[in-house]
């Protein structure tokens, strides 16, 4: 009988030597845990020289199907069987892939934060609601979303209406109306605050406490959604006198244990950050003002600086970027954002966009028009469609040169490499399964490709940077005419 083989590695994630037994092990629970009724032989080897996990499962129907899987820098599986039927194959396939990313972005343990600013408020951690990603969404990213948006409304309202009223004027009026939004983008933003930074309340403090898989589920359901607010304001208490004592971790370990868990206190971290320090450190080396900085407790990792004027501006930071990043990494993500505001982009942006428009909106009207009529909305719609891609692409070089800028100033581009790899695993993963390359280049998206920016940041040497600009222009083109050619 012919044999079904799924054979694939595993080029997004990258694992260090030091992590090929833990990674196998966590993976042998998982199949023990997943499998357990069809598992007939499961042990750790070696194969070619490299440390595996072979399974081989065997079904009440009688078939039987082997799996390896390889620990190496980008991990390899390799799923047989001769009778068993391919979606049992692709279902195994897909849970190798999903507990390797999972393991790649948390070490296999599951995590519960609590996170304090000493001073202020005891807050939960919450999730993102729709109102803050639509608020992130348009007051973020240059603001390109918002431009965007407004120019697409006001495209459509100009079809509806181009026969009823004289419209000379209207484009004009439309980008005028949005200046105001520029204006109050950073008031918008402090909405999505829990805490202020500042001199005052300079520092962030973070307890971690890290579960076996199987331990956080029931910890999340049963504990920490009931009481996670009761527990965050006893932990709070109980350390603050001394937020860098060994005890600590002890009497964190004694607060998780009256509520019926039994967490090692060498499962948890206490980490104390000196946020306002890192920020104004990066900001003296651009000579900027501290903006206002606003920490909200969302487990979703960002930053984002929006604001004309940088005393005026605001930086927003989650606590999910400081819990996933060290400090350098962290330094090296506000220094991106540094080069936001120092560069003016979110006004350099709405100048570029609202020119595009009024370009676009005056040719069709006083010069395509006529032939528009005879070529049918299709064209039209067309030319909207290759406009925005081309304003996004634009917002890309933007970004390039931010992350150049920041490699310059923090001395060297592997910090922000390092943070973008843990931030953005999830779209890198994306990127190599369903875009490609070539395709994320032209998304409706301000960020260059993931791949590309953490490729250019470990290869540049930050001496060899004279205009970030033009460095960043040229990167750009030549990966994407490269991607498009490959």
Partial sequence: ?????????????????????????????????????LIEYITLTIYNEAPCLYIRLSSPQGYSLETLLIAKTHPLYSISSTEAPPSLLQEIANSIEYFTYFFAETGGKGHVYFIYVPGQSIVPLRQATKKHKMIEKLFFENMIYLFVLSMIISFLLYLLVYLLVPLEYLPVAIILAQSPLLILAPKIIELLGDWIINEKHPIVVIVDISLNINEYENFVKNIFNKYKYEIKTKIFHAISQDFHASLNKYKVSEILKSYGASIDPDFINIRVIDLYSIVSNIFKKYRLAVPKIILSNI?????????????????????????KLTDNEISAVIGHEASHLKNKDPLLFYILSSAEYLTRLYLIAYVLWPLLIRAGLLLE????????????????FLEARADIEAAAKVGSGD???SALKKIGFRRLIRETRFYGRARSWLLWDPHPPVSFRI????????????NPWIFSIVECTKDFIQSVLS
Avoid: C, H, W
């Fill in 1 to 37: 009988m012919p044999v079904t083989v799924l054979q694939k590695e595993l080029g997004e994630v990258e694992l260090t030597k030091e992590k090929f037994d833990k990674y196998l092990l966590f993976m042998k629970e998982i199949f023990e845990f997943k499998y357990k009724p």
């Fill in 299 to 323: 487990i979703v990792p960002n930053a984002a600086a929006s604001g004309i004027l940088t005393p005026y501006s605001v930086l927003l930071i989650t606590s999910g970027l400081l819990v």
């Fill in 455 to 466: 490729e250019l940041l470990r290869r540049i040497r930050v001496e060899d940077i004279k």
């Fill in 381 to 396: 719609l067309l030319y909207l469609y290759f406009s925005l891609t081309a304003l996004f692409f634009v917002a890309k």
């Fill in 415 to 417: 910090p922000l490499a």
